[in-house]
């Protein structure tokens, strides 16, 4: 799929998950045995569309995520190429078994999409909000996991995801009106991280919508004389261990996810960087381990320090430790 | 091979098979030596595998990937003695496979492994979800106007999972009248009795309940099997067949007796059982 500035705006106007819905439109026109199965979240997942175009690729099993799963690899051995979708914890926690059995170990060509993972569901309370689904599909051996920055970026690894030839988790996160990381189209890749900013100090590695609010602290950082980098690790699983490795001569390393601080993005860096004896100090930016308190999402954010601003201070504070 | 018709000698077949999965079923058990397997339950399905495998399912001896086979789900991953024992006969597997049952390196793990080149065509072991595997399958055959059935087999302590209710009702839902329940209701689970622990009840009746067909067998009854898995059933609906049976059946020391739900076989044990074996069929 080619992106361009027109399509990239207008999805951003309706977040990642009803992109998720528009861009599967688009692939059921290539993909003959596609099959898209939601677990009563038609509307949610912006698929209402997809639903009345293409009724043969379209399941809704209810709501009964473990069914879904096994419906779905029992599909996908007999050669369809399946989308599950909920909302992010149901996808991920309330199947889980059913996802370790049939995608890591049976090695099932599913791709789970999670819809409005981490933060942005806040005001609902945190039975919807996400932010332990990377931690635990992360554990489970042979899931791809992926956390697209913006909304091109979505359609981009909803691509790579259905080309991919084993079980994908994609994490949706943000709300309408997301910020566009991607305007242009560009080379995605899953696996290989992309370097959006360079800079001599410090590196920070995020990924969701945390790569927008990087980007304004790297800003707000060059105003104040710390040079950092911005590296966009959309996929979590495997890890660019070879673009981390690039970044050890930085004085600081700084993950930042909207996810626990266990377990996710700044835990698979740690476990990388944890080989060298030479390395800088990584500070790992993400929600601390508790659930969160009921509020809107931009208020959660400034709360566990993932907005441009909260980021930039405490990317400071750590570089003040360093002398 | 095509499904059979019915007659005295096919059903003699069935029997024989079954009893040669029987001894095969007690080889493994006490090649394994060290490691226990789970007696009770591979026995108590031998005869409905030997029925599926030997009689009822389409199947083509030479290519287990047939794209035009029938496709068997064993969901009571544990029932693995009588599984691979009926994929022996049908020579997916052979002798020296079963062998290797239990030992490091196997592919015949104590829970099956997907491995669609030895007929295996999922992984089980986690109860509960082949059911769910089988509405997927059943569902692809129907959108590819393919006429092959699905058979999924349960256990009756299995049916404690809530995702096979999951399950059972969608199969209702999507009309998928391709699709066999087979519940091996044997009485008992890892802890004892299902009364004693968590009953299922009725399955057949439960079943009806949920907008399936059902009916009760006995499930050590060849012809009876052989019947209720071949009628016509209401289109529309998937088949639920409750077949009643003996955990351990066939063998005294095993019958009814849940000590022998996983454990090991002693060489004077063994002994005693191919004895029983050979004593001639009652006729």
Known sequence: MIINEALSKSWSRVGQRA????????LATEIDDLMVISADVSTSAGLDRFK????EKYLDVGIAEQNMMGIATGLASEGYSVFTTSFAPFQTMRCCEQIRVNLGYM????????LASGLVSGILGNTHCCFEDVGVLRSIPGITIITPADCAEAAKAICAAQRHPGPVYLRLTGSSRTPIVYGDDYDFEIGKAISLREGSDVAIIANGMMIHESIVASDLLEKAGVSAAVVDMHTIKPLDTETVGRLLSKKLIVTVEEHSILGGLGSAVAEFLSEFADRPPLKIIGIPDSFVEIAEYRELLERYHLTGETIARTVSGAMEKLH | MESGVLTKSLIRDIEDMAARMRKSALDMAFSARGSASHIGAGMSIIDILAVLYGGVMKLNKSDPLWGGRDRFILSKGHGVLGYYAALAEVGYLSKKDLETFEKPGTFLAGHPVKNLERGIEFTNGS???GLSLGVGVALAMKKKGNANKVYVLMGDGECNEGSVWEAVMSAAQFKLDNLVAIADCNSFQLG???EDIMSVGDM??????FGWSAVTVDGHDAERLYESLTASYEKCKPLMIAAMTIKGKGFSLFESDNRWHHAMISKSQYDSLTGELERPRQL
Not at chain 2, 204 to 209: D, I, L, N, T, V
């Open chain 1, 19 to 26: 992109t998720f819905g528009l861009v599967m439109i688009e």
């Open chain 2, 192 to 194: 004892g009795r299902n």
């Open chain 1, 52 to 55: 009345s175009a293409y009724t």
């Open chain 2, 127 to 129: 109860l509960g979800m």
């Open chain 2, 204 to 209: 057949a009746e439960k079943a009806r309940s």
């Open chain 1, 107 to 114: 090695g099932s060509k599913v791709c789970m999409v999670g």
